[in-house]
């Protein structure tokens, strides 16, 4: 007699709900998250100092992406969303443009003594972070120019859409989960409940690949 169960395979810290006798596809990339806080220099002036900007460089193109465009000064500052990449063409650098404006001693008439003035610059000011980990979070303080943080993130993001309905496996049935080969298969440790039970983990030997097609007889243990 064939034993049913109630599955629910677990893909790292998301839990998803499937079922058997069809294929499910899902989606992966690695996710870059870019945010920190910017001041200003202490002789700062003007109404163009600040962050300006932030790019990206990708391994393939070579060429720098403009993922934030704007004026952040005296305040937090982030991306608006995070970045997706994947590992055959993956990020290389982070690059952050500041321009600085700064006061200098200046004259505004023959008879009248120095005054400050927002003279000096404007100038562009770079930093540059170089990305050789898919998997990371570091931050980076007092980098000059006002820039108190940087805080750059990344990490690998696996999704498998959630079926509206339980869904049933035998044990003579194949469950099929397709994730596209986007990310390295260190990332995949595939686990298991049934029917709300505690996870538990698929045999090794399914594991660290982003397909996963087994047979319900050979990780279903039988219930007494």
């Known amino acids: 007699m064939k034993k049913i169960h109630i599955l629910v395979v677990i893909l790292l810290t998301f839990v998803n709900r499937i079922s058997a006798q069809i294929d499910l596809s899902g989606s992966a990339s690695y996710q870059l998250n870019i945010e920190g806080d910017m001041g200003r220099r202490s002789n700062g002036c003007g109404d163009i100092d600040g962050l300006r900007e932030i790019r990206i460089i990708r391994s393939n193109s070579g060429n720098s992406e403009i993922i934030l465009n704007n004026r952040y000064i005296n305040c937090p500052f982030s ?14 650098k982070v690059i952050v443009k500041k321009i600085i404006r700064w006061k200098e001693w200046c004259r505004v ?10 003279d000096g610059g404007p100038k562009d000011r770079w930093n540059n972070y170089n990305i050789s ?3 990371f979070v570091e931050s980076y303080y007092d980098q000059g120019d006002g820039l108190n943080r940087i805080t750059i993130s990344s990490k690998p993001v696996i999704n498998i859409p959630v079926p509206s309905t339980p869904l049933y496996l035998t044990d003579t049935g194949y469950l099929t989960v397709t994730i596209p080969d986007n990310i390295d298969n260190k990332y995949f ?3 298991y409940s049934v029917e709300g039970g505690a996870p538990e983990d698929i045999p090794y030997s399914y594991n660290y690949k982003s397909t996963l097609h087994i047979k319900g007889s050979d990780f279903l243990k039988k219930k007494i």
């Open 79 to 92: 991306i608006s969303n995070p970045v997706s990449y994947v590992k055959s063409n993956p990020i290389t």
């Open 189 to 191: 440790k595939w686990k």
């Open 109 to 118: 008439g023959i008879l009248v003594a120095p005054v400050k003035c927002c």
């Open 133 to 135: 980990n898919e998997c």
